[in-house]
């Protein structure tokens, strides 16, 4: 597995937010989106064995975030890791742009799949939107891969507005946006993201 980074912290965002977690960057992206706050360094290369040993040894908790990058460029080795911490007990999240499937055997073993999808890419909305564990993440704001009010009001009524969550775009500890988002999200009737690791300038 191409491993960008392994630490341990507290969710920042989406439905998950405040809970500690492990969380295991994969490097890689199928997408590049304009303003990406993901700064891949470079990768190592790792078995899916060597990084459930990691997470065996931090034992922080008994959660742990895939994220990317992408995580599904690598589905083989994703799949494999998946079923190496679900036999060890250990209570998977997953963090994913929606541009490719994830099959119904591995979804059944994650606790929560948080999709955030790009307006213009292939996003797969009604294969999503139909699992249980799956919450759908719209970033608002101006850069191009971004969600307009517009563009959600056009969607929102096919959507599970419980599973549905808005989030400002931005690496500002301000978060200047975060009232557009906060002012959608209430009058969509659907909930509300901010970004504490952004303005605590927390990783």
Request: glycine share 8%; hydrophobic share 40%; charged share 25%.
């Amino acid at each position: 597995m191409r491993i960008d980074e392994i630490f341990h912290s507290i969710q920042g965002e989406g439905p998950a937010m405040g809970r500690p977690a492990t969380f295991i960057r994969l490097a890689g992206c199928n997408l590049a989106c304009q303003g990406c706050d993901t700064h891949l360094k470079g990768w190592v290369e790792h078995s899916p064995q060597w990084v459930l040993g990691e997470i065996q040894n931090k034992r922080e908790t008994k959660r742990v975030v895939i994220t990317g990058g992408e995580p599904t460029e690598q589905m083989s080795e994703l799949s494999e890791l998946i079923a190496l911490l679900r036999k060890d007990g250990i209570e998977i999240h997953i963090e994913t742009n929606g541009t490719r499937i994830i099959p119904d055997e591995i979804l059944e073993m994650l606790s929560l799949v948080v999709v955030s999808p790009k307006r213009g890419s292939d996003n797969n909305l009604n294969y999503w939107t139909a699992k249980e564990n799956v919450h759908l993440k719209f970033v608002i704001g101006n850069a191009s891969w971004c969600w307009s009010p517009l563009h959600l009001e056009r969607i929102m009524q096919s959507l599970p507005k419980e599973r549905v969550w808005i989030m400002a775009f931005g690496t500002d500890p301000e978060m200047s946006s975060a009232k557009d988002a906060w002012d959608l999200a209430l009058r969509l009737g659907v909930n509300y993201s901010d970004r504490l690791h952004i303005r605590l300038r927390r990783r």
